[in-house]
């Protein structure tokens, strides 16, 4: 049972636009979001995160909206570079970010075409 | 710091066969987890200790599977016998106490069990 889903396996754009990657997730207790980044052959990266008593965090090109009714957030890129290209994973974690698990969606890959 | 190394980077066996995968977790970091990405299942937690400990080890899918973390700095997974089911990429990821939860990772060992 996929707790935290990343619904598009796969999106495409052309640089410069916006990227909008999507997460939906059913647990109610989870309070704290993540999102990493990985490229080929490396581990994952931390990106960006967001704690369930805001609804948006932005740091540089990169957004993070949460909508804790829908149980959904997304992950915005302004604007998309060639280098934004990766596989971008989802996660989630339950009380109040100290609880040390964190759950992962199966990721989204993103390439961003010059 | 160097981040999380993982060793091998690769390995092939054969069924069967024995497997140790390693890994060196971030200085002053208490807690190291084990994950297992697979096309079918995505990034999904495996095991993790908190100052050496095993905390919770729910995600170990057999007996075949076994965790250890001798001191702060190293921690082994083993998997005996090894099945082709096994086949995947194993990342060791470590974080530091205290609140928030983001976790550092290694690049991975891919393991292909022939």
């Known amino acids: 049972d996929q707790q935290v889903k990343q619904n598009s396996p796969s999106l495409s754009v052309q640089e410069g636009r916006i990227s909008i990657l999507n997460c939906d997730y059913t647990n109610s207790m989870f309070d704290y979001f993540l999102w990493y980044k990985k490229y080929p052959a490396e581990g994952p990266t931390f990106l960006i995160s967001?704690?369930?008593?805001?609804d948006k965090n932005e740091d540089g090109r990169f957004t993070v909206f949460l909508n804790k009714s829908a149980k959904h957030l997304s992950l915005h890129i302004v604007p998309s570079q060639p280098g934004d290209s990766a596989v971008y994973f989802c996660a989630a974690s339950a009380g109040g970010g100290s609880n040390y698990k964190l759950t992962f969606g199966k990721g989204t890959l993103l390439t961003v075409n010059p | 710091d160097a981040g999380v190394i993982q060793s091998p980077r690769h390995e092939v066996t054969e069924m069967g066969q024995e497997v140790t995968l390693r890994c060196k977790p971030i200085s002053g970091h208490d807690y190291l987890f084990w994950y297992r990405q697979t096309m079918m299942r995505g990034l999904e937690l495996l095991i993790y200790f908190n100052n050496n400990v095993p905390i919770d080890d729910s995600g170990m899918p057999e007996d075949r599977f076994s965790a250890k973390m001798p001191n702060a700095s190293f921690s082994t997974l083993k998997i005996q016998p090894s099945e082709p089911r096994d086949s995947a990429v194993y990342f060791c990821a470590s974080r530091p106490g205290g609140g928030g939860s983001i976790q550092y990772f290694g690049a991975g060992t891919r393991l292909s069990v022939l």
């Open positions: 967001i704690s369930s008593i805001k």
